[in-house]
């Protein structure tokens, strides 16, 4: 394990400052040096070529040391292999095993929200169509009724929401589905209803996963036509089981869900329920459209929803390249990272979730994804907040941390991650990650340590105490 902590001096403050102001004075011209100079001039109270005029940097001099000492103490405690990468404003504040690849778990998360915002775009909605054989006559549908899935992840029953660990969870209602139905006029539906989920690949998970994860929620069988993430027989009430649900098969149980809801609306349905295809050259009867794909990004992130990742991961394969894989879905992740000029060293990427254990990052492509992001960016917003929302709601608590770190979580048997930003004492934000694998018995309080001494950076001191003085 490599440690390279920052090291700077007020000295080369000084150097700094003096390059920065020497060089634009060399820039400007005689006559722009006579604009300047015309009329009375303000009299500067701080030296021109003081370091206070370039405050970060003065700050760093000051506090990146005791800082470095800080984390270098409580990271010798650690167990297992660890990487750290802490920045501000791009200046490296502090190091350690920074190209080190490292599995990542959800963290990995972060590039796959990158590539979906990149490729499938922020304001898109995706759209659930409901599509018969033939034009409905009189509100009466003559045949079956196809619902058609596109990979929206998040429709869910009343009852289903109830179950959620999470109570602030974003979901869509799939009962709104129903009420588009009706909305259409529909009152009779001769034949059956039929769940149709053609439009992304239908392995349900990816065979590199431990079978385990088939079990306890851990992500559900993927499909372009979920409801309640595919797994449960909740209709509108947690106590009634679909008896119609098909175990493995989620187009049967959206299907079997929609005929529900259908007749507790009054809609006659002659037939039962399946999986299937929708006709070809269909009537469209009723659509419903998703939240945009910057609120399913947001709601991965805050939830570290895996079933989320692994959909938008199929999504972002088949707008890139026409296939809806995950393989397609992790190369064009890939490709997107490039494009903003971020190096691969060290990414093994075999998902979209971080569920793989064979998945590896560097702490270091981490923070350079996060320091890429525009203000205002829906993974910045959408980052869990300590001790409030998401994946940390829970997670420091009643510490300095809780409302100043916001950051995606990462958590296998042997992996604990962390990567985000924190609000330091001084100065302005850290973007920060840290990876450790290993088997601390702290669990995710390894990484929740580093939170808590990320916002003592600057040992009190604030940067308006280092700006220059106003002139008189």
Same mark, same amino acid.
Not at 44 to 56: G, K, N, Q
Not at 58 to 72: Q, R, V
């Given at each position: ?25 060399? %820039? ?21 070529? /003081? ?5 970060? *940097? ?15 103490? !409580?990271?010798?405690?650690?167990? @297992?292999?660890?990487? *750290? ?8 504040? !502090? ?21 979906? #915002? ?27 009724? +196809?619902?058609? $899935? ?9 009852? !289903? ?25 529909? %009152? ?24 385990? !994860? ?7 069988? #993927? ?8 797994? +449960? ?70 939830? /570290? ?11 972002? &394969? ?61 993974? %910045?917003?959408?980052?869990? #907040?300590? @001790?409030?929302? &998401?994946?940390? =709601?829970?997670?420091?608590?009643? +510490? ?42 702290? $669990?995710? &309080? ?13 040992? &009190?001191? =604030? ?10």
């Amino acid at each position: 394990m490599t440690v390279e902590p920052n090291r700077s001096f007020p000295k080369l403050a000084l150097i700094a400052a003096a390059t920065v102001l020497l060089g634009v004075v060399g %820039t400007l011209g005689p006559a722009t040096l006579a604009d300047a100079v015309s009329g009375p001039a303000p009299v500067p109270v701080t030296p021109v070529l /003081s370091a206070r005029r370039l405050p970060e *940097v003065l700050l760093g001099a000051a506090a990146d040391p005791k800082f470095s000492e800080s984390l270098d103490s !409580y990271l010798k405690g650690v167990a @297992g292999t660890t990487c *750290v990468s802490v920045t501000q404003q791009g200046r490296v504040v !502090y190091s350690r095993g920074a190209t080190e690849p490292l599995a990542p778990a959800s963290t990995i998360k972060l590039l796959t929200a990158t590539a979906a #915002l990149d490729i499938i775009g922020a304001d898109t909605r995706l759209v659930t169509r409901l599509v018969s054989a033939k034009e409905p006559s009189a509100g009466v549908v003559d045949g079956d009724l +196809t619902i058609v $899935g596109s990979g929206d992840p998040l429709l869910v029953t009343a009852g !289903y929401k109830q179950s959620l660990e999470d109570p602030d969870q974003v979901v869509e209602d799939f009962g709104a589905v129903a009420d588009a139905v009706v909305a259409a006029g529909i %009152t009779e539906i001769t034949g059956s209803i039929v769940g149709d989920d053609v439009a992304l690949d239908r392995t349900r998970w990816n065979p590199s996963w431990p079978s385990r !994860y088939q079990i306890g929620g851990v992500v559900a069988p #993927l499909s372009a036509l979920l409801v309640n993430d595919g797994q +449960t027989g909740f209709s509108d009430h947690p106590e009634k089981a679909n008896a119609e649900r098909k175990p493995g098969d989620p187009p049967a149980l959206a299907a079997a869900t929609l005929r529900t809801m259908l007749v507790a609306r009054g809609v006659r349905v002659g037939g039962g329920s399946s999986s299937g295809v929708a006709p070809p050259d269909p009537h469209e009867v009723a659509t419903y459209e998703s939240l945009p794909i910057r609120d399913i990004v947001g709601e991965m992130l805050t939830d /570290s929803d895996n079933t989320t990742a692994e959909i938008l991961t199929r999504l972002i &394969g088949r707008e890139a390249s026409g296939s809806a894989s995950t393989s397609a879905g992790v190369q064009a992740t890939r490709d997107a990272l490039v494009a903003r000029g971020i190096g691969l060293d060290g990414l093994v990427m075999v998902d979209g979730s971080g569920l793989d254990p064979t998945n590896r990052s560097t702490c270091r492509l981490l923070v350079e994804v996060l320091q890429q992001l525009p203000p205002g960016s829906p993974i %910045t917003e959408h980052l869990a #907040l300590a @001790g409030r929302t &998401g994946t940390l =709601r829970k997670r420091l608590i009643n +510490t300095a941390a809780a409302g100043k770190v916001r950051a995606k979580t990462g958590t296998l048997s042997m992996v604990n991650a962390l990567a985000g930003f924190a609000e330091p004492k001084a100065g302005s934000e850290l973007t920060f990650t840290m990876i450790e694998n290993g088997s601390d018995p702290r $669990g995710s &309080g390894v990484t929740d340590g580093l939170a808590e001494r990320l916002v003592t950076y600057g040992d &009190g001191r =604030r940067v308006d105490t280092l700006v220059p003085a106003p002139a008189r």
